[in-house]
């Protein structure tokens, strides 16, 4: 069983879309984020959740908009696509407030914006 | 945040050691130093993290200073499935910083057959 999985691995669209990424996690983990690589390959936090509240909320436009469920799921909305927000969008989770806990990522979903 | 410095990039034969060293001068006293990879293509991989002592698992070392201010990941025999981005962070062990691990650029690795 995959420990983070994201769902969809591509994702092509036009500007002005709006478009969901989902993710899970079955590794019982309290804590889940969801991280943005550009073209430059720089990775770089967006959201954390943990106990379905949120944590960190870097300054990410408010077309994007984190959803949890569940523990277990972060979905990532993101209304009025942008040609700008191209790049792999990588899900992850752990524990939170333990330094000491790995973070386990998924594969990463790759949107292309036309 | 505490920051690390690594180099931009190096190099290994296979099956040769590999030391990827990472600088943390301003690290605190309740900072874990972790150490992550990212293969082509794929999401980043943790390798192995530490406190004060060396940590030693199945896929390499971690070497830390007496003084904590840097640290080496240590691979036994290069493989060519290590050639990769090698990300060292540090992650306090508590508290709102302890809910994110801040990614710099890390060091690219490439594995010479």
């Known amino acids: 069983d995959t420990a983070v999985s994201q769902t969809p691995k591509y994702l092509v669209t036009q500007m002005g879309n709006d478009k969901s990424i989902k993710c899970e996690q079955n590794?019982?983990?309290?804590?889940m984020y969801w991280y943005k690589q550009d073209s430059k390959k720089f990775l770089k936090i967006m959201f954390s959740?943990?106990?379905?509240?949120?944590?960190i909320n870097e300054t990410v436009p408010n077309r994007f908009s984190p959803k949890s469920p569940d523990k277990a799921h972060l979905n990532l909305h993101i209304n009025s696509l942008e040609l700008g927000d191209s790049a792999v969008y990588f899900c992850?989770?752990?524990?939170?407030?333990?330094?000491?806990?790995?973070?386990?990522f998924g594969n990463g979903t790759r949107l292309t914006v036309t | 945040d505490a920051k690390t410095t690594q180099p931009n990039s190096m190099e290994s034969n296979e099956e040769e050691p590999v030391h990827l060293p990472c600088n943390h001068s301003t690290i605190s006293g309740t900072d874990y130093i972790h150490w992550y990879r990212q293969l082509p293509s794929q999401g980043p991989e943790y390798v192995i993290h530490g406190l004060t002592s060396n940590v030693n698992n199945r896929m390499a070392s971690l070497a830390i200073a007496e003084d904590r201010k840097s640290s080496t990941l240590i691979l036994h025999r290069a493989t060519l499935r290590d050639a990769a981005v090698y990300y060292c962070?540090?992650?306090?062990?508590?508290?709102?910083?302890?809910?994110?691990?801040?990614f710099g650029k890390g060091t690219k690795l490439s594995v010479i057959p």
């Open positions: 590794l019982g983990h309290d804590t």
């Open positions: 992850a989770s752990s524990w939170g407030d333990r330094g000491n806990s790995p973070l386990h």
């Open positions: 962070i540090l992650r306090p062990y508590s508290g709102a910083g302890s809910y994110q691990l801040t």
């Open positions: 959740y943990n106990n379905k509240e949120l944590i």
